[in-house]
T-cell receptor
Framework: GAVVSQHPSRVICKSGTSVKIECRSLDFQATTMFWYRQFPKQSLMLMATSNEGSKATYEQGVEKDKFLINHASLTLSTLTVTSAHPEDSSFYIC???????????????FGPGTRLTVL | AQTVTQSQPEMSVQEAETVTLSCTYDTSESDYYLFWYKQPPSRQMILVIRQEAYKQQNATENRFSVNFQKAAKSFSLKISDSQLGDAAMYFCAYRGSGNTPLVFGKGTRLSVIA
């Protein structure tokens, strides 16, 4: 099956620094990628939709200036957490739908996630 | 907006027995998909089963099957012959047509007792 990778898998940073998380589709092109956040013992919540070649679409309550998303190629989307604070500590997961033919089902593939800890 | 509700925060089942996880959803769309995902301690999301709303037949994948009641907007997961490896968080999810994101329920933590 298709593979989506994320890097890094785990990162610890100091408060006030910026952290970049990469999401790559390894064997298919993804014009759209989704970024989710999962706090401990909670569900996945959509943060934003990343669109190749255009601006990301953010969900209500998600600060676009804090969570910068860049989808510069058909296989790579990056999420940068700027001026990170302890409350940003979470598990960040990306997913990418693989487009099938017209009228066919577009299966979504999840990355393994990135655990961010802000001290 | 679409919502997904899982009313069972935790469930347990004896090994080799059968367990059913509940899920209800709300939508005004006619074309959509429903899913059950498993999230083990590694936190990798694993697709368990998918149901297309236009299909009347309930989806099955080996020991996993669903009871899809479209009019009632209900989508339960039945796990037969439960195994220790089935222990995980299970999320029910909804997706509309096209390239849209998933909407997840709050999850059910399943424990399997040997």
């Amino acid at each position: 099956g298709a593979v989506v990778s994320q890097h890094p898998s785990r990162v610890i940073c100091k408060s006030g620094t910026s952290v970049k998380i990469e999401c790559r589709s390894l064997d298919f092109q993804a014009t759209t990628m989704f970024w989710y956040r999962q706090f401990p013992k909670q569900s996945l919540m959509l943060m934003a939709t990343s669109n190749e070649g255009s601006k990301a679409t953010y969900e209500q309550g998600v600060e676009k200036d804090k969570f910068l998303i860049n989808h510069a190629s058909l296989t790579l989307s990056t999420l940068t957490v700027t001026s990170a604070h302890p409350e940003d500590s979470s598990f960040y997961i990306c997913s990418a739908p693989r487009l099938a033919g017209f009228g066919s089902y577009n299966e979504q593939f999840f990355g393994p996630g990135t655990r961010l800890t802000v001290l | 907006a679409q919502t997904v509700t899982q009313s069972q925060p935790e469930m347990s089942v004896q090994e080799a027995e059968t367990v059913t996880l509940s899920c209800t959803y709300d939508t005004s769309e006619s074309d959509y998909y429903l899913f059950w995902y498993k999230q083990p301690p590694s936190r990798q999301m694993i697709l368990v089963i998918r149901q297309e709303a236009y299909k009347q037949q309930n989806a099955t994948e080996n020991r996993f099957s669903v009871n899809f009641q479209k009019a009632a907007k209900s989508f339960s997961l039945k796990i037969s012959d439960s195994q220790l490896g089935d222990a995980a968080m299970y999320f029910c999810a909804y997706r509309g047509s096209g390239n849209t994101p998933l909407v997840f329920g709050k999850g059910t933590r399943l424990s399997v007792i040997a």
